[in-house]
């Protein structure tokens, strides 16, 4: 079987153009209806996952939502089909543009106005999403395709529908695992990446898509990480950086902000419930633009005025003396008056007390920070700048304070990367394990129990290999059952025993072989006595044929199965009954059982071929009745001598019996 890239035509309607993406789930290409001249996309499934049968369920998963699904803001399925070599694809709508990832990697943030727009349109694209009972589990800027629609304006489309999840109550979509993580990290809401089995629902990715709406706004993630994994740990420890505080160089509107940090609350109840009510107070925000920017062209007048225009004018001058008033003598220029030096005193004074006041509170922060008592050390500060701002160590404490503040949020950060990582570790959940010892590692790298943590995420992974291998052997074993090999399933279950680290797996398939084989015993009993059913039937011995039917009963027996053998019985019985009517003659006695059986079997042709026989049976015995008392006549009227008698009783048995030897003989003698 050849697995070579496509190329050429592809069932008898779309030439190949090119390979645009190859990954590790299939390879996608750019083709061209032949008829309708139109570009579509093709992803075909990679031809060694068609035997991985969850990935098989993901890929045919993602087709049959799609079909679901009917918006002009999510990606269109035209087709889904499956190659002469097997694999399997589907054929998707061309958009004629770029991912929001690129466009932001170019260009960096967006205008707010349309950062907006762009956000509603998804949130519509993702409403009908919901609304077909789904979620997506995957919203990212690189699945958020932007073109343009036929009147040339923005154009949001949503891809990717291989990770969504049904949210019906008998839903077989979920095709994780417990620990296992499906998304990009940088993306995910926090439940997502919750240690705990939490239900998803659309607020997560309604989560996704607000991180998405910050980065168009600032052009940078709302948490500072160095890594991917390192996201998942802010959000679940941190609240998000304020726009303004993230992004202080762009104007956004201030209204705008309480708008986005509820769509990343991590908790999901304080979150929009909906995209319609997300859409709502965003559609708000975009009308509170709008009107500012009426008013700012409405308010526009003449060029303000210069600096100089503006200033406040001149003190006027004092009143000029008239001449001949009198005044005070004239003192000296450097001389004091009482007041004025009791003044200058109480002024010294003040700012003795002051510059005291600084010195204490200056000593008391240096002493609270020394001794770790940061908060406290903060107030101090605080009064401090208050008192006296430009006194000679304020920035110094301001500096140790803040160093001191980054060392304990750091230590914060490593204590709680520490205490996910061992709860992660206690429940083995191996993948969100290595995300928090990356994380740790990022904020400790010399960490005391580096290799410890090490070694324990590297035994987590030999167990989950292992445990994949028991998966498989148990899979083995149930579909050897399935097929009757007992023989085979007992070998599966011997790997799975020694596989299995939670014994849940080899528990559950023992039971389903002890089940089998339970149901083979019964099997091979139930034929026993089937047989001597049929065999007692065979021979009449009806009493003992019940007693067999009751036993039969008390086995695992289908009810189907029990009601036709013992109608067979019933019906058996009224056979019998009927026949030993006939063979005495007892015509009445005979209907009497047919009526009996016809109510019992009232859809049975029986009872009325019964009834034809009876007045067959019976006919004929009136003849044969018949023929022995005009035979008996024809020789008593012959011993008598009574000829003329004899020969009208012949002409009469002529009649009736004309072939009977005894009416033959009768008349060669006469």
């Known amino acids: ?236 420890t941190e609240p998000p950086i304020p726009l303004r505080a993230r992004a202080p160089q762009i104007p956004l509107p201030p209204a705008l902000e309480p708008v986005v940090m509820k769509g990343l609350e991590r908790d999901r109840e304080k979150r929009f419930p909906d995209a319609t009510a997300f859409i709502h107070a965003l559609s708000r925000v975009v009308d509170e633009i709008r009107e500012v920017a009426t008013v700012d062209l409405a308010s526009e007048g003449p060029e303000p005025s210069t600096a100089e225009d503006t200033a406040a004018p001149s003190a006027p001058l004092p009143p000029r003396r008239d001449a001949g008033a009198t005044s005070s003598p004239r003192r000296r220029s450097t001389e004091l008056t009482k007041e004025e030096k009791l003044e200058l005193l109480a002024q010294i004074d003040r700012a003795a007390s002051k510059s005291e006041t600084s010195r204490r509170l200056h000593a008391d922060a240096d002493r609270a920070l020394k001794e770790g008592r940061f908060e406290e050390a903060g107030a101090l500060i605080e009064r401090l700048r208050q008192a006296d701002a430009r006194f000679p160590g304020l920035s110094e404490l301001e500096r140790r304070l803040a160093e001191n503040e980054s060392i304990a949020r750091r230590r914060q950060q490593v204590l709680q990367a520490e205490q996910m990582l061992e709860r992660y570790l206690l429940e083995r959940q191996q993948t969100l394990a290595r995300l928090a010892l990356e994380a740790l590692l990022d904020l400790y790298p010399n960490h005391p129990k580096r290799s410890d943590y090490e070694a324990w995420v590297e035994l987590l992974a030999d167990e989950a290999a292992q445990q994949k291998k028991a998966e498989q052997a148990f899979r083995a074993g149930r579909e050897a059952v399935t097929r009757g090999d007992l023989e085979g399933a007992r070998k599966a279950l011997d790997t799975v025993e020694t596989l299995d680290l939670s014994g849940k797996l080899a528990g559950t398939l023992l039971r389903e072989i002890r089940e089998a084989e339970r149901g083979r015993q019964v099997g091979a009993r139930v034929g026993e006595i089937k047989d001597r059913f049929e065999s007692l039937m065979e021979s009449g011995d009806l009493d003992a044929a019940a007693k067999e039917l009751e036993r039969l009963g008390e086995l695992d027996v289908s009810r189907v199965t029990l009601d036709n053998l013992s109608s067979r019985l019933i019906s058996r019985g009224f056979e019998t009954r009927y026949r030993d009517a006939v063979t005495r003659h007892d015509w009445a006695a005979a209907r009497q059982v047919v009526d009996e059986m016809g109510q019992a079997f009232p859809s049975s042709p029986r009872p009325r071929q019964m009834f034809a026989e009876i007045a067959r049976l019976q006919n004929v015995a009136g003849k044969q009745q018949a023929l022995e008392e005009g035979l008996s006549t024809l020789e008593r009227y012959l011993a008598a001598g009574q000829t003329e008698e004899a020969a009208m009783a012949l002409r009469v048995l002529k009649q009736l019996a004309p072939n009977d030897p005894r009416v033959v003989e009768a008349l060669r003698k006469l």
């Open 1 to 236: 079987m050849s697995l070579e890239p496509i190329s050429g035509l592809l069932d008898d309607r779309y030439d190949v153009v090119k390979r645009l993406a190859s990954g590790g789930v299939g390879d996608v290409y750019l083709v061209r209806h032949r008829h309708l001249h139109e570009f579509r996309v093709v992803k075909v499934l990679r031809g060694n996952l068609a035997s991985d049968a969850s990935m098989m369920r993901r890929f045919q998963q993602e087709a049959r939502i799609a079909t679901q699904i009917k918006h002009p803001n999510v990606a269109i399925l035209y087709d889904y089909s499956q190659l002469p070599d097997g694999r399997f694809y589907m054929v998707w709508e061309h958009i004629d543009g770029q991912d929001l990832g690129h466009v932001l990697r170019e260009r960096g943030p967006l205008p707010p106005e349309l950062a907006i727009q762009l956000a509603i349109q998804a949130l519509r694209g993702l409403d009908a999403i919901h609304s077909a009972g789904v979620i997506h589990r995957d919203v990212s800027p690189d699945n958020l395709m932007l073109t343009r629609d036929l009147r040339g304006r923005h154009l949001v489309k949503i891809i990717d529908l291989g990770l969504v999840k049904d949210l019906s109550a008998d839903g077989e979509m979920n095709l994780t695992q417990a620990g296992t993580f499906l998304g990009k990290f940088q993306y995910c809401s926090p439940e997502q990446a919750s240690p705990e089995e939490v239900a998803l629902d659309a607020r997560s990715d309604l989560y996704s898509l607000t991180q998405v709406l910050y980065e168009m706004l600032t052009g940078q993630p709302p948490f500072e990480s160095e890594s991917q994994h390192g996201f998942v740990i802010k959000r679940l």
